[in-house]
């Protein structure tokens, strides 16, 4: 065995390790993520100066400077505003609640958390719910409630409220009411598994809505640097937002239909006589939101600086205009020198800055009496210290060690050249039957590390038989995020499953057409807007690696291909 291959087999066997290590989680994710810092440099495949750069490039810095927006958000309470101001537009007619919960849900997941945005809404969910059913289902909320997590911010003054809204309610017959509480069952299923399902989709909008999508980010720069930045913020939104609106909406009329059956004129609210639960259940979010008070200087502050951020991102290079990148820091070749990295740690230094109260000098009675003290500012270290989650930096700057590992050694070479009669396949049966491997990989493994993994392997493919990388890439990232079936699948699952109610089975149900149904509209997104976005139609220059094999590839070739 030569040098070469012998680098190859290395290269695999770290793979396969670090992969059944994220499979069976026996060390922690972002532990494992630290093999390619021992491995690649024993055995051969990089210098340890090369690997250790991986672990912190711009993808990292644009996941730091975005969760520094969204710390800030959740600190002062912005997020909980949002929901509860839509909530009240919508109102609480069974279809349109849960049709409220999910767009305020996904909206939320666009720019935090995923697992913070459900831990939020869930109990706002069960809290109304307690109180549209007039019964004793509230239960579940008090015994959830232990974990501090999943606590509303705001105690006891509602509570008392709800008791008396529930001696108003009108006594249900004897012969209904059995009937009655398997409906109210069902319907509580439908709201926390409507939260849990929003979250996961609401994630795959942005860039930085959840992690899988600066995995690929990240490795198409590292796999294929001339890429002229094709993935950025912009073109990603242009790509992904559509096919979440489209899985969302499709998302709401498979709960509506599995949770509230067919009888459309009753589950928007039609012809029932409970309205007297409807205002009850009305009144506990107009209390939440009373609660709240009028906003602060300081949630005022975290709004102008999320816009400016977002109207900053899009702008920087948008593609079908010049942007303020291209226009005021380019190099010699007019290409933009700032990054969406850049932009968001621009924002998120802004935030240790921009006092929370309005600036001047106020008195601090408590630590020094007589002495005057300026205002904190939005945001401290001890927050972030506290609140953002160090792991997935590790977990993604491992992702990108083993892809630039693989491309290093010659393995992603090599398993190209082994996948080449795949190019007898047409594309769109390539993409969707990749989505369907990704997507029930991912129910079992970490999103993070599922794209981690599937991607160089991927692009690797895609290069041998003269595929555009990013349409089996893009396609498989968004997969990632369809983790619906079991609680352990993602942290919002696994939060809606701990507040009771809920069974694996009901959770497997409804997961698993959903599932079907997402890769259904990434396929549909891959083949019809995404070719524009990207230049999917051609094979780029910048994904070369053979051109004879690939200008001979092209007499036989289907789909996206020159």
Same mark, same amino acid.
């Given at each position: 065995m030569g040098e070469t291959e012998l680098r190859e087999a290395y290269c695999a066997? %770290?793979?396969?390790?670090?992969?059944?290590?994220?499979?069976t989680e026996a060390l922690p994710l972002a532990v494992t993520a630290l093999f390619p810092l021992i491995l690649f440099p024993m055995m051969g495949i990089m210098d340890a100066s090369e690997v250790c750069i991986e672990y912190l490039k711009d993808s990292n810095i644009l996941f730091i400077g975005g969760l520094l927006m969204a710390i800030s958000v959740e600190h002062w309470n912005l997020h909980k505003r949002i929901a509860l101001r839509v909530l009240l537009i919508v109102g609480v007619r069974p279809a349109l609640l849960i049709l409220g919960f999910m767009l305020v849900t996904a909206f939320l997941s666009m720019w935090i958390s995923n697992t913070a945005t459900t %831990?939020?809404?869930?109990?706002?969910?069960?809290?109304?719910?307690?109180?549209l059913h007039g019964s004793q289902e509230g239960k579940d909320v008090e015994e959830g409630s232990d974990n501090p997590t999943f606590e509303l911010q705001e105690p006891s003054p509602q509570k008392?409220?709800?008791? &008396?809204?529930?001696?108003?309610?009108?006594p249900v017959p004897p012969a209904s009411k059995a009937k009655q509480n398997q409906e109210q069952i069902r319907f509580t299923q439908g709201m926390s598994l409507c939260v849990c399902y929003a979250?996961?989709?609401?994630?795959?909008?942005?860039?930085?809505?959840?992690?899988?999508?600066?995995?690929?980010?990240?490795?198409?720069?590292? &796999? /294929?640097?001339?890429?002229?930045?094709?993935?950025? /913020?912009?073109?990603?939104?242009? $790509? %992904?937002?559509p096919t979440m609106v489209i899985l969302l909406l499709l998302a709401w009329l498979w709960l509506q239909i599995l949770f509230l059956g067919f009888n459309f004129r009753k589950n928007f609210g039609f012809g029932e006589q409970v309205q007297e639960r409807k205002q009850a259940a009305y009144q506990v979010i107009q209390t939440e939101h009373k609660l709240l008070g009028p906003m602060t200087f300081a949630e005022k502050a975290v709004s102008v600086l999320f816009v400016i951020l977002v109207?900053?991102? /899009?702008?920087?290079?948008?593609? $079908? /205009?010049?942007?303020w990148g291209n226009l005021a820091f380019s190099n010699a070749k007019g290409e933009s020198m700032v990054s969406d990295g850049t932009v968001a740690m621009f924002i998120g230094i802004i935030l240790f800055i921009v006092p929370s109260k309005i600036p001047g000098l106020t008195q601090d009675p408590v630590e020094k009496p007589g002495k005057l003290k300026a205002p904190p500012a939005l945001l401290n270290w001890k927050i972030v210290h506290q609140k953002m989650p160090w792991n997935i930096v590790f977990l993604l700057g491992g992702g990108f060690a083993l892809a630039k590992g693989s491309e290093q050694s010659g393995l992603s070479a090599w398993l190209g050249n082994k996948l080449t009669p795949l190019e007898q396949v047409p594309a769109p049966a390539i993409a969707f039957i990749l989505c369907l491997l990704v997507a029930t990989f991912t129910e079992c493994t970490s999103n993070v590390a599922t794209t981690t993994l599937f991607l160089p392997i991927l692009a690797s493919m895609a290069q041998a038989i003269c595929l555009h990388p990013l349409y089996v890439m893009l396609?498989?990232?968004?997969a990632a995020s369809l983790a619906f079936m079991l609680p352990v699948a993602t942290p919002p699952n696994a939060i809606v499953f701990s507040?009771?109610?809920?069974?694996?089975?009901?959770?497997?149900?409804?997961? $698993?057409?959903?599932?079907?149904?997402?890769?259904?509209?990434?396929?549909?997104?891959i083949n019809s807007w995404s070719f524009p976005i990207f230049g999917l139609h051609t094979f780029p220059s910048w994904a070369h690696t053979n051109t004879t094999q690939c200008l001979s590839s092209q007499v036989n070739s289907t789909g996206p291909r020159p």
């Open positions: 066997y %770290a793979i396969i390790l670090m992969a059944l290590y994220w499979c %831990a939020m809404m869930v109990p706002i969910a069960h809290a109304v719910l307690e109180q008392e409220e709800t008791k &008396l809204d529930n001696r108003k309610v009108a979250a996961s989709i609401g994630g795959i909008a942005t860039l930085t809505g959840t992690s899988p999508n600066l995995v690929l980010q990240g490795q198409v720069n590292s &796999l /294929f640097p001339e890429n002229n930045n094709v993935v950025n /913020f912009a073109s990603w939104f242009g $790509f %992904a937002f109207l900053l991102w /899009f702008t920087r290079e948008p593609g $079908f /205009f010049v942007g396609p498989c990232t968004l507040f009771g109610g809920l069974k694996v089975t009901d959770m497997a149900r409804a997961g $698993f057409l959903l599932n079907i149904i997402g890769v259904l509209v990434i396929t549909l997104a």
